[in-house]
T-cell receptor, first 113, second 114 residues
Framework: KQEVTQIPAALSVPEGENLVLNCSFT??????LQWFRQDPGKGLTSLLL?????REQTSGRLNASLDKSSGRSTLYIAASQPGDSATYLC????????????FGSGTQLTVLP | GAVVSQHPSWVICKSGTSVKIECRSL??????MFWYRQFPKQSLMLMAT?????????EQGVEKDKFLINHASLTLSTLTVTSAHPEDSSFYIC??????????FGPGTRLTVL
């Protein structure tokens, strides 16, 4: 059964810093790996989706990498802003007939002005 | 991008009553819909997967008689929490997948059982 772990659980940084969020998964047989943002009391906003054949995806100040062989993904946020404060979730989409997302527990990010 | 709506966005009910939550894919046909539950400061936990026209597949530990799921059409799935109790209070999120890739998530429904 797939297990997804995110480190750190919480992170507080001053505005302008570059930061890295980590995600690891136990079963490398994934279809894709997704990163989401969740604001308090809200649903999920999809940030980046990396197909299993890809190594990275970029959107604006966000860059996500994927290393299937080691079961790791990282989300890099450049020049952080207070508006980036949220919980960031990664989710592994399992391959095979029973496609489903397995979520990590999230990293709660606070960017201080 | 594809849009998934949920209704209601929040609901408060008395213990013992049943609550129905709707999940709709607004601009695509969803062959598969998923229901998740999220407790405060915790991640999303998959409750069940439903395919249009067939019975839902429930995850281990989820009571199928308590959480009734109906996926009667390619754009609508409903989750009914029967005889709700305070421990059922949670944030319920649905998602829909039309093709092979992305799941599109609804905005969630906050259920509070008094």
């Amino acid at each position: 059964k797939q297990e997804v772990t995110q480190i750190p659980a919480a992170l507080s940084v001053p505005e302008g810093e570059n930061l890295v969020l980590n995600c690891s998964f136990t079963d490398s047989a994934i279809y894709n790996l997704q990163w989401f943002r969740q604001d308090p009391g809200k649903g999920l906003t999809s940030l980046l989706l990396i197909q299993s054949s890809q190594r990275e995806q970029t959107s604006g100040r966000l860059n996500a990498s994927l290393d299937k062989s080691s079961g790791r993904s990282t989300l890099y946020i450049a020049a952080s802003q207070p508006g980036d404060s949220a919980t960031y979730l990664c989710a592994a989409d399992s391959s095979g007939s029973a496609r489903q997302l397995t979520f990590g527990s999230g990293t709660q990010l606070t960017v201080l002005p | 991008g594809a849009v998934v709506s949920q209704h209601p966005s929040w609901v408060i009910c008395k213990s013992g009553t049943s609550v129905k939550i709707e999940c709709r894919s607004l601009d695509f046909q969803a062959t598969t819909m998923f229901w998740y539950r999220q407790f405060p400061k915790q991640s999303l936990m998959l409750m069940a997967t439903s395919n249009e026209g067939s019975k839902a597949t429930y995850e281990q530990g989820v009571e199928k008689d308590k959480f009734l799921i109906n996926h009667a059409s390619l754009t609508l799935s409903t989750l009914t929490v029967t005889s709700a109790h305070p421990e059922d209070s949670s944030f319920y999120i649905c998602s829909a997948r039309g093709g092979r890739d992305t799941q599109y998530f609804g905005p969630g429904t906050r259920l509070t059982v008094l």
